[in-house]
Every structure is written in C-alpha cells, then in structure tokens.
C-alpha cells in the first residue's frame, strides 16, 4: 500500500525560519509542491495543513492574505487560524512595561489534528514542520497509540530542537534544501479561481 502522508506547517515557526535576505523571497512558497517535492516517489501526500494567525500589522495582513490566497488554489492546502492576544512585557533592564502580542491556539491546533488524523487513519506518516519542543507531548501519544505511525520532524532554516529530534523517527534540516524551495516558489500572479481576481507577489518579497 502506498504510504499516506500528511504535513503539518507550524506557520509561526517556519515564518520565522525563513526571516532574513537568503530565505525571504521563499515567503512566496507553494507549500503543497514544496513538500511533494520532498516526498519519495512511492509516497502520497493526502493534505498539507498550515497552521497560522492573522497578524495585528496591516500591511503583514495584506502579504500573508496573498499567500492564503495563492495557495488555497492548490488542492490539498488546508489553513487553520488562531489568532493574536495582547500581553503585558517587561524589561528586566529598565523594568518599563510595553504592550506585544503573542500568538495563540497553533500548537494546540496541530496536536489536534495530528491526533486526530492518526486516530482516524488519515494517514501512515506525519510530518511536522517546526521546531518548537511544544509538540514534543502529541508526538509521544501518537507514538504510544499507534507504534507503527512514522513521525518524521522538518526543521525550518536556522531553528532546531533537540528533544523533537530525539522523538522522531528522523528528522530534516530545511536550510540543505534551498534548491527544493527555488523549484517550488508561486507565479508572480496568479489567478483565483473563484472569484476571478488577480493575487499578486507582495513586493517585500522579491
């Protein structure tokens, strides 16, 4: 039987791992041929779900809006949105307080449905996106429930986790990988199917 297999994106994490001059024109990523491309030729990739949340900046929300967009054209895209709490922080220098925001609901929402997905069959291998040792606690249950599900852990440039690494079956480090993400960058426009209009690269990311 041909192994089926279903991505899970930490959007915050992988944001993050591409932040900078080398990685920043591949904000603009076809995520599903992204990792198809990484897949071996006798895998299925059932889904790539991302999940994220809609940022308080206006003109972050415009860019991440486009990306929706554009990758909601590719069948098997699934985005999950939580969403952004403001928070008190203090410097531990000055002790002055300021306001920041901090996301909210993603890794619950990726231990959900990477359980889920396992509990219903969904899928035979689970790969998870991110390097945040938060996911550590869901990786274990699905090892424990079913021993057979391989779980595989994708490092987002520049970030890793030892205890993630440790847990999985294997583990990857996206920064090797640049030549996968220059083959999968999105078409500078594109056309919504659905409503007809064009979704343009922002130029930030060029």
Same mark, same amino acid.
């Given at each position: 039987m041909t192994p089926r297999v279903i991505v899970y994106v930490d959007g915050f994490n992988f944001y993050y791992g591409l932040k900078g001059v080398r990685w920043k024109k591949y904000y603009w990523l076809d995520i599903v041929k992204?990792?198809?491309?990484?897949?071996?030729?006798?895998?299925?990739?059932?889904? @790539? +779900?991302?999940?994220? @949340?809609?940022? +308080?900046?206006?003109?972050?929300? +415009?860019?991440?809006? @486009?990306?929706?967009a554009a990758n909601k054209q590719t069948p098997g895209f699934k985005l999950y949105l939580g969403k952004f709490l403001r928070k008190t922080s203090t410097c531990r220098i000055c002790g002055a307080a300021r306001s920041i925001f901090e996301e909210k609901e993603s890794d619950v929402r990726v231990a959900t449905e990477m359980i889920a997905d396992v509990v219903k069959d969904r899928c035979d291998i689970t790969i998870i996106v991110s390097a945040d040792s938060d996911l550590l606690p869901p990786i274990e249950f699905i090892k424990n429930y079913k021993p057979t599900q391989k779980v595989f852990v994708y490092f987002p440039p520049k970030r890793e986790s030892a205890s993630l690494a440790r847990v999985s079956d294997a583990f990857v480090k996206l920064d090797r990988y640049e030549h996968v993400f220059a083959k999968a960058i999105l078409a500078e426009s594109i056309m919504d199917r659905k409503t007809g209009f064009e979704i343009k690269r922002p130029e930030r990311w060029i």
């Open positions: 992204f990792f198809s491309l990484l897949l071996r030729p006798h895998q299925n990739l059932i889904e @790539a +779900k991302y999940f994220s @949340a809609v940022p +308080k900046d206006t003109g972050k929300q +415009k860019r991440q809006d @486009a990306f929706f």
